[in-house]
């Protein structure tokens, strides 16, 4: 069953410490996504703070906050790019 639903998600590899695929292809009836991640700080891990972009979907950084996860819905099918940006 899980084949038959996922069974058109298509990547290259998984990056070598974390199990999180390169060149992820997903088909559009996948159209939203979220997106959960950490940075290592150690002396001051409470104060970490994330900026987040969806290249393609947005056009600006997203506010400076402490959430570690962020949500895209509704996307449309082309080519995009997650970046995310730590500090304290």
Same mark, same amino acid.
């Given at each position: 069953? +899980?084949?038959?639903? =996922?069974?058109? *998600? ?10 999180? &695929?390169?060149? @992820?292809? +997903?088909?559009?009836? =996948?159209?939203? *996504?979220?997106f ?8 001051? &891990?409470?104060? @970490? ?38 500090r304290?």
């Amino acid at each position: 069953e +899980l084949l038959k639903k =996922f069974g058109s *998600i298509q990547y290259d590899s998984l990056t070598s410490y974390y199990p999180v &695929p390169q060149n @992820l292809v +997903l088909p559009h009836q =996948f159209n939203d *996504i979220t997106f959960t991640f950490s940075a290592i700080e150690t002396t001051r &891990p409470d104060f @970490l703070n994330f900026q987040y972009i969806l290249e393609g979907y947005s056009n600006s950084w997203s506010p400076v906050s402490n959430e570690r996860s962020a949500s895209f819905g509704n996307i449309r099918e082309g080519t995009y790019t997650f970046k995310i940006r730590a500090r304290t």
